[in-house]
């Protein structure tokens, strides 16, 4: 074909799409639904990862537990404190108070509020709090009569909830009640002096693997370490073992690829005798090959970024519920999960990858033994006018 | 044993490859046998219609091993190291490999120039209607098989060795190997400045080179073209032991860190890959270059063809050295206009 | 165009049934000059669609070859051959029109190869039916036409490029007389303007015209050239 004229095949490629309407539009029906249902699942994934990664790039780079026979044990909070600061490459030891307790409708997390990080509201506030006050988190509800927080651990204590966290911060608040030391000791049985874990920092990531020989001999009792890097492993095999929906959506979305692929071969495999006339007519193999390609892109494309708009809206619709029902059990909005953009390019990406360089490589394969054989091989059999 | 997703799909399409290719060999050696152009008769002709589809087999297969060696790339550069343990680059990956992860690399690379001359002598061919050139690609198919067929191999060894158990030295061996800043005792220093001049003068001939071969009109092309082919390889040599030596700080930003396998990192903007793409590119057109230098010299018909092809070979072996001095160097001249000193 | 085409001892051999084969064509040898219009006659089956088809390089002989001004295109590698195909016109016993297309439609099919643009390929189609006297039906879908009209827009595809070579295989089959006589003219101005036309038939007011070239007679896959005008009338299908 003429350079001047290669457009005329797109337009050819239209009118060939047209020339069976319904076939072509299931087909792009099915692979529509097929790409909406692959890229939830994967966006899904994607965005819980990114979510996860940014909180964990938050957190301390190592955390420091004591533990014996029976589990875990608080610690010396000085000696903790010296043993690490002992330890070349630490920066920053820190002790923390936390721990479950029960509350009105559940368990919930009480931390202790650390002066030396103080915690901001949405207007940039600091908050002050005192004795028997309390922040709590979006999913902290139950309130009793006096309009409080009653909290079961080690003692019981009634709280006044002074501020809540905005649901925007749910992902790491939602079950929060942030309290005083004073307060946080007496419903954990936390002595003084004592802390649930200790904390640190390093320079380079990497340094904290590097660390943990030293750290684990520089205390004098068994301690359990944790690194960011096997916190982000934890929560991927988690997201793995909670990933039903994406084994669910998987496999059916595994089987209607391949049962699209599997048409698409005898569609192209039926029009054999047409792709032996349109040769004998002057056609050459690359004009045949790019016609096969420009149909498959007229009717995948569409789909797939159908599809993965389609996908987008329905992970990211305001105030959705069924991603915190079903991942979270939470039964209000999900908490914001966050998508950058290099995180929607590595899903279209897996979505290409997934779908439709399956479906163009099959076309072309199945052209591809089409455009190299004589024309009449081909036309045999075939039903003409 | 290491078994990633992603090692799975090298594998799967290495294994696409050598059955492709196997294909293609069972005809290439019917045709180093039989071939006899000048007779229409019935084995002949049917000889032929096999021999059509040689080019195109061959094509797909070169497409496939690249497609394979950029996903391996990626699999040694940025996803291993984070499951062989003290690995933070490549390098710990192929020290967990042992002799098998250069043996991998080796053999990959000979097969792809292997497949791409095919590629090249298919393209020419293209031009004449009576495929000329058949004989010479069934030969070229043969010779592709060995490497193909020992890479497959080492790549299975290679993997069979990744234990996510035993620890690595990574990096860390290269300072022992190279000495550090201080650089080894007894050995002669050479100075950045004595790398630089090298590189500039290869560079300059090897552009000059290629120059004469795109304008010019020589007399002996194939001779021309042949050292050009080994000057942009010698080229290759020293621009690689140039950015290991010289380049590599300014890219990390540090005083010295001779590994190039972390420049394919990607908080290092993965970098490597386009460096190391020109440096192939130079490779792979040189011995484009010299291939069809010497098809046009023995098949008349195909002279015009086989200088187009020659011609275009020099241009991106020029273009891709430029390419290779900017990415590398560009660096280092902002670090200079920034600091006022050269690293060293 | 200067020596036309040539065949070679072609020998084509089909498959038949119970893994036998059966020899279509054995060691063929014809010259077909340019400017020149050629007959080939021949009983049913006897393997003139299959010459015509190996002239026009839909197929490839089992041995021999087929030359086109010296060269042999039969043994040309296939971006070459599809090339040659360009230089050809075809018309086929079957017709093979694309059904779901209009008549215009199947047309542009034969002339999409050709066409700088848009415009130009319409013109060209139009011009093309108009030839026929069908372009009036240009919009109508194939399906909807009656045999003669169909014929007449394959033949009005194979003249749509002003092909080099024309190759037609019973082209008068659904015409009445006049249609006859609109096809011997339109052969006689492809070849005045320098085309190689060979035409299979059995149809007496093809054979029985005077004008043709050359006659060959194809019967029990040997391919014989009748001597004269007289004797093409004594051989009848």
Request: aromatic share 6%; glycine share 8%.
């Amino acid at each position: 074909m003429k350079a001047a004229a290669r457009h005329l095949l797109w337009i050819w490629a239209g009118r060939e799409v047209l020339r069976r309407p319904g076939e072509s539009s299931l087909l792009l029906l099915c692979l529509l639904l097929l790409t909406l249902l692959m890229t939830t699942a994967l966006m899904l994934t994607q965005a819980f990862s990114e979510t996860a990664d940014a909180l964990i790039t938050q957190a301390p780079a190592v955390v420091v537990r004591r533990v014996t026979a029976g589990g875990w044990q608080p610690l010396p909070a000085g000696p903790a404190l010296a043993a690490a600061a002992a330890v070349r490459g630490v920066l920053n030891p820190r002790v923390r108070i936390w721990g479950n307790v029960s509350g009105p409708q559940g368990t919930l997390m009480v931390v202790a509020h650390d002066a030396r990080s103080p915690v901001t509201d949405q207007h940039g506030v600091a908050l002050h709090l005192v004795p028997g006050q309390a922040a709590v988190g979006a999913g902290v509800s139950g309130a009793d009569a006096r309009g409080g927080l009653a909290l079961e651990g080690h003692e019981s204590l009634h709280l006044e909830v002074v501020h809540r966290f905005p649901s925007e911060t749910a992902a790491s608040t939602y079950d929060l009640v942030l309290v005083t030391p004073a307060d946080a000791r007496r419903l954990l049985g936390l002595p003084e002096g004592f802390a649930s874990d200790l904390v640190l920092d390093v320079f380079h990531e990497p340094e904290a693997e590097a660390l943990l020989p030293e750290l684990q001999g520089a205390f004098p009792w068994p301690v359990h370490l944790t690194t960011r890097r096997m916190v982000r492993g934890d929560y991927r095999s988690q997201l793995a073992k909670r990933g039903g929906i994406f084994v669910v959506s998987g496999l059916p979305a595994l089987c209607g690829l391949l049962l699209i692929l599997v048409a698409t071969v005898k569609a192209v495999r039926n029009e054999r005798a047409t792709t032996g006339l349109i040769k004998a007519l002057g056609w050459t193999s690359d004009d045949l090959l790019r016609l096969y390609l420009y149909k498959s892109l007229l009717i995948a494309l569409p789909a797939i970024v159908g599809g993965i708009a389609g996908a987008y809206l329905l992970v990211f619709l305001p105030h959705n519920q069924w991603v915190a029902d079903l991942f979270f059990g939470w039964p209000g909005p999900a908490p914001p999960l966050a998508l950058s953009i290099q995180g929607v390019v590595w899903v279209a990406a897996q979505v290409a990858v997934l779908i439709l360089a399956p479906f163009l490589t099959v076309t072309l394969w199945a052209a591809l033994g089409s455009a190299t054989a004589d024309p009449q091989q081909l036309m045999q059999g075939g039903r003409f006018l | 044993m290491l078994w990633h997703p992603i090692l799975i799909g090298v594998w799967l399409t290495d294994l696409s490859v050598a059955l492709l290719m196997l294909s293609a060999a069972w005809t290439a050696l019917k045709m180093t046998v039989a071939w006899r152009p000048d007779a229409p008769s019935a084995d002949q002709l049917r000889l032929e219609r096999s021999a059509e589809d040689l080019p195109l087999k061959a094509r797909w297969a070169a497409l496939l091993l690249l497609a394979a060696t950029v996903l391996l790339a990626v699999a040694l550069t940025n996803v291993l190291p984070a499951h062989v343990p003290g690995a933070m680059c490549a390098t710990g990956v192929l020290q967990a490999m042992g002799s098998a992860g250069r043996r991998l690399l080796t053999l990959r690379g000979m097969a792809l120039l292997a497949l791409f001359i095919c590629q090249v002598i298919g393209a020419i061919d293209r031009h004449e209607p009576r495929s000329l050139l058949a004989p010479a690609m069934a030969r070229a198919i043969l010779i592709a098989q060995p490497p193909l067929w020992l890479s497959q191999w080492a790549f299975l060894e290679a993997i069979n060795r990744l234990r996510p158990h035993a620890a690595v030295d990574c990096c860390a061996l290269l300072y022992e190997r190279s000495g550090g800043l201080a650089g080894r005792p007894g050995s002669m220093p050479i100075t950045d400045a004595f790398w630089m001049a090298l590189l500039l003068a290869a560079s300059a001939g090897v552009l000059a080179l290629a120059a004469r071969i795109r304008w010019g009109r020589p007399p002996q092309r194939s001779v021309m073209a042949g050292g050009l082919a080994l000057l942009a390889g010698f080229w290759c040599v020293l621009a690689a032991t140039c950015l290991k030596k010289v380049f590599a700080g300014y890219i990390y930003q540090v005083p010295s860190h001779e590994c190039l396998y972390c420049l394919f990192l990607l908080q290092h903007g993965a970098v490597g890959f386009p460096i190391f793409g020109a440096l192939a590119m130079v490779l792979a057109e040189g011995l484009a270059c010299w291939t069809a230098a010497l098809i046009g010299e023995r098949r008349r018909p195909l002279a015009d063809a086989a200088r187009q092809r020659a011609s275009s070979a020099a241009l991106r072996i020029m273009a891709a050295s430029v390419a290779f001095l900017i990415m590398a160097g560009m660096p280092a001249l902002l670090w200079r206009w920034r600091f006022g000193v050269w690293i060293g | 165009m200067k020596q036309g085409l040539i065949c070679r001892k072609v020998t084509f051999v089909r498959s038949a049934s119970a893994g036998s084969t059966r020899v279509v064509l054995d060691n063929v040898e014809a010259r077909f000059a340019p400017a020149s219009r050629t007959l080939i006659s021949g009983p049913t089956g006897a393997g003139k669609s299959t010459l015509l088809h190996l002239l026009g390089g839909l197929e490839r002989p089992h041995q021999g070859e087929i030359r086109f001004d010296g060269q042999p295109i039969s043994r040309w590698i296939a971006p070459h051959r599809d090339r040659w195909r360009q230089r050809i016109g075809l018309v086929f016993q079957q017709l093979c029109l694309v059904d779901g297309l209009s008549a215009l439609e199947n047309v542009y099919l034969a002339a999409l190869p050709h066409a700088c643009g848009l415009k130009h390929l319409r013109r060209m189609g139009l011009a093309a039916l108009e030839r026929l006297q069908m372009s009036p039906l240009a919009g109508q879908r194939v399906e909807a036409l009656s045999g003669g009209q169909r014929q007449r827009v394959a033949i009005a595809r194979a003249l749509v490029h002003q092909p080099q070579v024309l190759l037609m295989d019973e082209p008068t089959a659904f015409q009445d007389d006049h249609g006859v006589a609109e096809v011997i003219s339109l052969i006689e101005a492809a070849r005045q303007r320098g085309a190689l036309v060979v035409v299979c038939s059995h149809d007496p007011r093809l054979v029985n015209d005077s004008h043709w070239s050359a006659h060959y007679h194809l019967q029990q896959a040997h391919l014989t050239r009748v001597a004269d005008s007289a004797a093409c009338s004594g051989i009848q299908s």
